[in-house]
């Protein structure tokens, strides 16, 4: 039977691409390698993660220290008696605004911007040095 008509002739079997033959030891390998770099990724990732836990915790406690320095101060003030910490930050900002009186009259016109910048430094200091 000649077949030039140019219809297909189907041959038995499966469809599609044949299976390229995979060497299965290097299959193998790439899964192990892969395997290897997956894991080391999660070592990172949870080392990243720990480091992020402990700082934050070392902060919240930092937090904590300055929030009771700060009700130890509340229940002196209630009891009448100013701490020594506050007494030190009034006379420097009394001296402080002192100086910046006198060096405002030595400047006529100009204005200190970071007049503010002096009492939050006190502060951030007094809480630091718990």
Avoid: F
């Amino acid at each position: 039977v000649d077949d030039t008509s140019g219809s297909k002739v189907k041959k038995p079997g499966k469809r599609g691409r044949k299976p390229a033959k995979i060497d299965l030891k290097a299959k193998l390998e790439r899964s192990r390698q892969s395997a290897r770099e997956c894991r080391a990724r999660k070592k990172l990732r949870y080392q990243y993660l720990e480091e992020l836990v402990s700082s934050r915790e070392r902060a919240i406690c930092a937090l904590r220290e300055e929030l009771e320095m700060y009700k130890q101060w509340c229940m002196a003030m209630d009891q009448g008696k100013i701490p020594s910490e506050i007494k030190a930050l009034l006379t420097g900002e009394e001296q402080s605004k002192s100086q910046q009186n006198s060096s405002r009259h030595m400047k006529a016109g100009k204005t200190d911007a970071n007049s503010n910048s002096c009492e939050y430094g006190t502060w951030k200091s007094l809480s630091s040095e718990e």
